[in-house]
C-alpha cells in the first residue's frame, strides 16, 4: 500500500499553471518533512522543494525559485506543489518525497510516492 499518493499533472502549455497534490495515508504526517523531486527525460532524479514539519521554511531548487510553491496542510496530510510560468524544461515525472529529517528530505528521501508526469508544451 503507497503511503504518499501524487494527483494533478498532465499536459500544459508554456507559461501556463498546474498544482500538484500528495496525500499521505497514515497519522504521522506531521513528523516528516515532505517535498518534490523531479525527474526529466534523461536525467538524474533531482531535488525541487520541500517544505519543514509544520510549514513555515520552504526550500527550493535554484530554478523554480520563483515559479513554484509549496505549501502543506497537516489536518489534511497533504502537500501541494503550485507550479506557475511553467518551462519545457520543467517536463519530468515528479515525485512526492518524506523524509524526518531536513537533510534526508532534500537529498536522499526515505520515503517515495511513484509520481505523477507533467509535460509542459512549447
Known amino acids: 500500500q503507497a503511503w504518499l499518493t501524487e494527483s494533478g499533472g498532465g499536459l500544459v502549455q508554456a507559461g501556463g499553471s498546474l498544482t500538484l497534490s500528495c496525500v499521505a495515508s497514515g497519522s504521522a504526517f506531521s513528523d516528516f518533512v515532505v517535498g518534490w523531486f523531479r525527474q526529466c527525460p534523461g536525467k538524474e532524479r533531482e531535488f525541487v522543494a520541500s517544505v519543514n514539519w509544520i510549514g513555515s521554511t520552504t526550500y527550493y531548487v535554484d530554478s523554480v525559485k520563483g515559479r513554484f510553491a509549496i505549501s502543506r496542510d497537516n489536518a489534511k496530510s497533504t502537500v501541494y506543489l503550485q507550479m506557475n510560468r511553467l518551462k519545457p524544461e520543467d517536463t519530468a515525472i515528479y515525485y512526492c518525497?518524506?523524509?524526518?529529517?531536513?537533510?534526508?528530505?532534500?537529498?536522499?528521501?526515505?520515503?517515495w510516492g511513484q509520481g505523477t508526469q507533467v509535460t509542459v508544451s512549447s
Open positions: 518525497v518524506a523524509d524526518r529529517s531536513l537533510s534526508g528530505a532534500s537529498a536522499n528521501p526515505d520515503y
